[in-house]
């Protein structure tokens, strides 16, 4: 079950009528991530509502993370979405919490990015381009593809600091999981993720955000 102090994280959408109506996949996640979740709410604190789609829409990812009004929206959207079990395929049962866990801290690094005011926005010392009105589509793809690169390895070095032992695991379905993407798709986050072979390649004793920062200041580098 959902930690009770947990629940009044949740923001249901009107087609959901309480959390009594999270569905068994949606409690399944949100338990996975509820050391995520409480480590943003009560020592980040993190401005992050949840969201419960009634129903998925045909291009719906089960998780994703959007900004709105100052405020962090995960949104699970799980019911009707074959995603939902279908990213987990493969992996053994004991380990899918582990994954679930990596997944909502990838999040987590995005709504970092949003609450800092720096989406989209190159580390001081990188000036590529003078910003424009309207992006083309290839600088919105590459935009994206460095923000998911970002938040793999905040999920990376989340991982390292809690379940040390079980890095290499979830690194490598990381990376099975991004390997079928094009070059040139907004989550080919190789790039970043092959600079993190092990654990050992995040600096200890610094916030997951510092450390998926120094590495992630390395991929830019390559990408130029």
């Not at 009107?14 to 399944?28: F, H, K, P």
């Not at 959007?66 to 279908?86: F, H, I, T």
């Not at 032992?165 to 099975?176: E, I, K, L």
């Amino acid at each position: 079950m959902i930690k009770r102090a947990f629940l009044p994280l949740l923001l249901l959408t009107s087609g959901a009528a309480s959390a009594a109506d999270l569905t068994e996949v949606e409690i399944r996640w949100l338990t996975a991530g509820s050391a995520v979740l409480a480590y943003a709410k009560q020592e980040l604190k993190l401005p992050i509502d949840i969201t419960v789609q009634p129903q998925a829409r045909p291009n719906d990812v089960p998780l994703a993370l959007g900004y709105d009004n100052g405020r962090c929206k995960l949104v699970l959207s799980m019911r009707g979405n074959p995603q939902a079990e279908d990213i987990l395929a493969g992996v053994p049962a004991a380990q899918r919490p582990l994954m679930i866990e990596a997944m909502v801290a990838h999040e987590l690094g995005h709504c970092w990015r949003y609450a800092q005011g720096v989406w989209h926005a190159l580390p001081a010392g990188f000036e590529e381009r003078q910003q424009e009105t309207h992006a083309t589509a290839a600088e919105q793809l590459r935009d994206t593809r460095r923000e998911e690169g970002y938040a793999d390895l905040v999920a990376l070095a989340w991982t390292q600091q809690r379940h040390p032992a079980q890095y290499a695991t979830v690194a490598a379905w990381m990376r099975q999981v991004r390997e079928p993407s094009p070059a040139s798709g907004s989550h080919s986050t190789l790039t970043w993720l092959q600079l993190a072979p092990s654990g050992a390649a995040f600096q200890p004793g610094l916030p997951v955000f510092e450390q998926a920062s120094l590495l992630w200041r390395q991929g830019l580098l390559q990408e130029q």
